[in-house]
């Protein structure tokens, strides 16, 4: 299930999130780029890697981000016969930050390209944007750089789009970045990931499971809080998180306290209920989150 502005809001059409109203033809039915190339497969040694944006084009010539203030970075997972791309990306003209998953899977001819978590701060229509439906499209190493490249795209006003990539050493997330990919993950269902997120002594402080005395239950340890985010993205077929507000507090120590106001709504639940997690981060690691509510959860009848 593709999870993208949660709780059924809407979106706008042209936005930092994604491309600027355009005047170029629409090539949706041009064919014509599934017959120059063929796909050859998942690059080998691809999984695992990281990059960063350097540049853009559209099938008419250059697609100017910088101008925006866009840079990205992106992840690849290989997860069997198909890729997971984690982009994150900011537009600092607008002061708009996304955390994006792309499922990518080779075909013949083409790649299967399709955004499906996208999380975005702030979560104003005009940041969200509208995100890029299942295209095809292709993925490729030329040389030292990755190309993707996506057709009928929104960047482009339904011209091809490339985005070029060049290889970036591995580096401590930043605080920002695990938030919103603290949020994609849940919402992927991703329990491993969310979970890697984690010291190996992090613990997450949860109000959904009370201890003897009735106070908040504390997972301690990596592999305790993979298990309850296991447990948690089991019991729903989907789960929908999108964050309202971000306030940071730096603490003793070199870590930071971050207070996330989030609304979050799964099939069980009558309304989209609200609550605040308090994160600790040092290191580019999550050292305790703790999760409060605010309000009582309504569910359905037998949820």
Known sequence: MRVILLLGSAVALAACGGPQTRTTPDESSDISAQTRRRTEGIPPGIDGTRWRWVEAHCTEGALDLLGRGYAA?????????????????????????????????????????????????????????????????DLRIRGTQLEVLVQRSQWCNGLEVRMVYERAPDGQLGDDQIVRRYVAFWNQGDANAAAGLFAQQGSILEPFTRTATGEPYRHVGRQAVLTWFQETFGSAPWRAMRILSITEQPTEGGSTHHIVTWEYMDPRL????????????????IFEARVELMGTPSTRAGG
């Open 73 to 137: 970075t992106l992840q690849v997972r290989q997860d069997g016969d198909s890729l997971t791309l984690l982009t994150d990306q900011v537009f600092a003209t607008e002061r708009c930050q996304h955390t994006l998953l792309t499922t990518a899977a080779p075909g013949n001819p083409d790649w299967q390209i399709e955004e499906t978590v996208r999380v975005a701060v702030p979560a104003t229509p005009e940041c969200v944007g509208v995100p890029e439906p299942r295209r095809p499209g």
């Open 270 to 285: 009558t309304a989209p209920f609200t609550g605040v997690t308090h994160f600790t981060i040092a290191a580019g690691e």
